[in-house]
């Protein structure tokens, strides 16, 4: 059973920055892509960003595409997720995935893709 653990999230100000880490079990991480979802209250879940298993592309909402930063670091079976000059509307709890398939490209930002999730790490921005 794959689990994914995620962590990093906390209270920060309109401005600031979190680093979030989603740790994954297995010994086959390096063969799959990683993608960060968030759902704030009340709405659904949606894509944040996600990067390919070779780490060659990363891909990212347009709410979030140059302030968020998705990295791996496969020798410790972890994906990050680097938030910068957060707002308010960015509070929400975010969770990593992870695709059943190895070697999977494409279809990044839906859920579908996904087979695996963690259970989630919040995130609040006061103002």
């Known amino acids: 059973q794959v689990q994914l653990v995620e962590s990093g999230g906390g209270l920060v100000q309109a401005g600031g920055s979190l680093r979030l880490s989603c740790a994954a079990s297995g010994r086959t991480f390096s063969s799959y892509a990683m993608g960060w979802f968030r759902q704030a209250p009340g709405t659904e879940r949606e894509f944040v960003a996600a990067?390919?298993?070779?780490?060659?592309?990363?891909y990212y909402a347009d709410s979030v595409k140059g302030r968020f930063t998705i990295s791996r670091d496969n020798a410790k079976n972890t994906v990050y997720l680097q938030l910068n000059s957060l707002q308010p509307e960015d509070t929400a709890v975010y969770y990593c995935?992870?695709?059943?398939?190895?070697?999977?490209?494409?279809?990044?930002?839906?859920?579908?893709?996904?087979?695996?999730w963690g259970q989630g790490t919040q995130v609040t921005v006061s103002s």
């Open positions: 990067i390919s298993w070779s780490s060659g592309y990363t």
């Open positions: 995935a992870r695709p059943k398939q190895r070697y999977y490209s494409g279809g990044y930002s839906h859920e579908g893709t996904y087979d695996y």
